[in-house]
């Protein structure tokens, strides 16, 4: 029988001086990047918990503790590698992936195909099944201040059942 799961993720990170700007593997060239335990990639931590969320397998923060020093700095790449091997080891493989980036600031789609060429990579699927756009809030809200850019994820999951 085949099986279909859908999960859904949100993240939210601030924009601080000091930071690089990673946003789904890809480094950005900005003046300010985001605050996190880990290199705080956004996109890549919707993305996760989207993944977990499908299979009820709790969130990012219950996998990958904040206060673990284990994960300080880490790349979500890697974090990512983790959760699509934890998704096959329960009969599960990635169908696709929609996600957004909320930043008013800076400009991301010259850097939207490498960022979906890298998670394509990861999460074992072609760029077609990988998703992701960008938008800004006209001005308003957290984002639309600059003082920090959120992300929205969905996926979608295929299993196999006997
Ligand atoms: N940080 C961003 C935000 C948006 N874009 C692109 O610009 C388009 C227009 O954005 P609106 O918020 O005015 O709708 C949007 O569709 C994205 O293609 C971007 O590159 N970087
Ligand atoms: C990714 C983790 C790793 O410790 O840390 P942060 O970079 O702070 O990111 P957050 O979105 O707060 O999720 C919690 C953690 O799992």
Do not use: W
């Not at 789609?109 to 077609?128: G, T």
């Amino acid at each position: 029988m085949l099986l279909i799961k859908v999960g859904i993720g949100y993240d939210v990170h601030a924009l601080v001086e000091g930071r690089p700007l990673i946003l789904g593997g890809v480094e950005i060239p900005y003046d300010r990047g985001l605050l996190g335990h880990s290199d705080a990639d956004v996109l890549i931590h919707a993305i996760m918990d989207a993944l977990l969320g499908a299979l009820a397998l709790g969130d990012i923060g219950a996998h990958f503790p904040d206060h673990d020093p284990q994960y300080q700095g880490i790349s979500s790449i890697t974090l990512l590698e983790h959760v699509v091997r934890l998704i096959q080891e329960k009969g599960y493989r990635v169908g696709n992936v929609d996600s957004i980036i909320v930043a008013q600031r800076p400009k991301l789609a010259p850097y939207i195909m490498d960022m979906r060429m890298n998670m394509a990579k990861v999460l074992r699927v072609e760029e077609s099944c990988v998703s992701v756009k960008a938008t800004t809030t006209e001005r308003l809200g957290f984002e639309g201040r600059e003082e920090g850019i959120s992300s929205q994820a969905i996926v979608c999951l295929i299993g196999f059942e006997s």
